[in-house]
Nanobody, 120 residues
């Protein structure tokens, strides 16, 4: 079992930055690919960024160059640094753990989500 708890969401003006954190627990954490997904009401949940068990990263084209995903094994924490935020980045962001797929596509575990709102 892997438990994920996100934090760091909030309200920010366009062009600003936020850093999301995902604190993970569980004995299998290190064997999972990790990722961040986001969802706006009425739309499908979409992949934003992922980091593999070995540290390889993957990004959606919509966030590439602006977002950076990282993983701190000592703290069992995954981060999403979001810079140059745009109103279209507004969504609930979910941390996820995937035991098999790369990039993550069908996570085994999800966090509760954290709201990110970018004002114009």
């Amino acid at each position: 079992q892997v438990q994920l708890v996100e934090s760091g969401g909030g309200l920010v003006q366009a062009g600003g930055s936020l850093r999301l954190s995902c604190a993970a627990s569980g004995r299998t954490f290190s064997s999972h690919h990790m990722g961040w997904f986001r969802q706006t009401p009425g739309k499908e949940r979409e992949f934003a960024a992922g980091i593999s068990r070995s540290g390889i990263t993957s990004y959606a084209e919509s966030v590439k160059g602006r977002f950076t995903i990282s993983r701190d094994g000592a703290k069992n924490t995954v981060y999403l640094q979001m810079n140059s935020l745009k109103p279209e980045d507004t969504a609930v962001y979910y941390c996820a753990a995937d035991s098999k797929d790369w990039p993550p596509s069908s996570p085994d575990y999800w966090g509760q989500g954290t709201q990110v709102t970018v004002s114009s």
